[in-house]
């Protein structure tokens, strides 16, 4: 049976996905890389964002128009939206977040047994959903209740997985080739506290670290209020890489409130400043919202003046997008949609330029990259993108391809067309 898989939204998604591909593999089937070949298509939903629900019936349409014969939704627009998700056109099956993981099981006739027998082996998909690096799920839901969010209901409580689970995860990943393992979950910095003797962080990054066969680690999205300090003593070991993507939202304290964000900026300017002290040269990104209702001229400056004084590498900014089952939905005073877009594009521009100013510290630096892309250019050169362990997007020509491979590189300007570096492979 040929299987399609596509995704929208964030790194949890993408690891579901790619677990799931894990298991048909090992059960004899085949991953192919568009809807047009396939017997079955399974779209991993969002809906973080109105664009994100949009994208995710966009995908699920053009599943069924590429002649897939089975369309099946899931994740979290499907689990909030399940009978819309089912009268979409030609959409045969609906399984909510909490039955992403039976997909195996009720199309197979399968057991849950069945399924931990198996000797998973990760592979990249095929296609533009394919990544080098292996997204491992350590944790579900979340325990936060921030007023424009509907994750928390789409996904329940914060649950962990043990760390033997993770550790087979992260086998799994090794045994396919995998150079970068990056842990990925709802509320990461929540793992180990639902445990009936709670652990941390740091004792699941400690567990990680004591496994030998790849060359990097790294955290996706963590709150601020979740960064214990103490976790900071790992990154010693060099395989933990220089980034931490670091919510903010926004940088007015009057908007955290509303936005029911247990921080305030100055705490959060005092995390950064200890995790820069602690690991030199990490690179700090963050997301923020424009347009939340209430934002006034005068907050909205304040959060531009904090994102400058912070001085992010990068950052990802989301237009306020009304949510229905939100306490946000109910507040008074909504900015005009044109003025969250001026302020959207007035932070993209200004992440734009903390970006550059950051990147700019690495040139004439050597620095190893992960090859995540090979383009065959001509005979005898290949055009190489892939990432340093700090986040910094790198091209470069080579003669041969590197494809997951970590080779070292020194950086050489600034790329003229894209938020990146050009750099040259040194000779070994």
């Known amino acids: 049976m040929n299987i399609f898989f596509d995704v929208i939204g964030c790194r949890l998604n993408q690891s579901e996905i790619e677990n799931l591909a894990n298991i048909f593999r090992a059960l004899g089937h085949q991953v192919v890389g568009e809807a047009e070949n396939a017997d079955v298509a399974i779209i991993n939903t969002c809906t973080v964002t109105t664009k994100a629900a949009a994208d995710s019936r ?8 590429l002649g897939a014969k089975r369309v099946i939704a899931t994740g979290c627009w499907a689990t909030l939206e399940p009978e819309m998700a089912m009268g979409l056109q030609g959409v045969t099956d609906v399984f909510s977040n909490d039955e992403k993981e039976l997909i195996p099981v009720q199309m197979l006739g399968l057991t849950d047994e069945d399924i931990s027998k198996l000797n998973l082996v990760r592979e990249p998909l095929p296609g533009d959903r394919g990544r080098t690096r292996a997204f491992i799920k350590v944790q579900e839901g979340c325990d936060n209740h921030c ?5 928390r209901i789409a996904r329940g409580r914060s649950r962990s997985k043990t760390i033997g689970e993770i550790r087979t995860d992260i086998a799994a990943a090794m045994e396919g080739g995998a150079q970068e393992i990056v842990l ?8 180990g506290r639902d445990f009936e003797v709670p652990m941390t962080m740091k004792d699941m990054l400690a567990a990680i670290l004591s496994l030998d066969g790849y060359q990097r680690l790294r955290l996706s999205s963590i ?6 300090i103490e976790m900071l003593d790992l990154w010693g070991d060099q395989r933990l890489c220089r980034q931490l993507h670091i919510p903010l939202q926004s940088g007015d304290d009057q908007t955290l409130r509303q936005m029911s964000r247990p921080v305030t900026t100055s705490e959060y300017a ?6 820069r002290i602690r690991i030199p040269e990490v690179a ?3 997301d923020v ?13 304040a959060t531009k003046t904090f994102i400058e004084s912070i001085g992010f590498s990068g950052g990802h900014v989301f237009t306020y997008s009304p949510r229905p089952g939100t306490a946000a939905v109910r507040m008074k005073d ?5 003025i969250s877009k001026q302020r959207n594009a007035m932070l993209r521009e200004l992440f734009s330029r903390l970006g550059k100013a950051y990147r700019s510290r690495f040139i004439d630096k050597i620095l190893p990259v992960l090859w995540e892309a090979n383009q065959f250019q001509s005979e005898n050169k290949y055009l190489l993108s892939g990432l340093t362990d700090n986040y910094l997007r790198v091209v470069a020509i080579a003669e041969t391809p590197h494809w997951n491979e970590i080779t070292d590189v020194r950086m050489t300007s600034h790329h003229s067309g894209r938020e990146a570096l050009l750099g040259e492979i040194m000779p070994h």
């Open 58 to 65: 966009k995908k699920l349409r053009r599943a069924v128009r």
């Open 147 to 151: 007023t424009y969010c509907l994750t």
């Open 184 to 191: 990925t979950g709802v509320q990461l910095g929540a793992w």
């Open 223 to 228: 709150e601020p209020w979740d960064f214990n």
């Open 270 to 275: 005092h995390l950064v400043s200890e995790i």
């Open 284 to 286: 700090i990104t963050t």
């Open 289 to 301: 919202i424009t347009g939340f209702p209430g934002e006034t001229e005068e907050s909205f400056l």
């Open 334 to 338: 909504p900015v005009p949609g044109n």
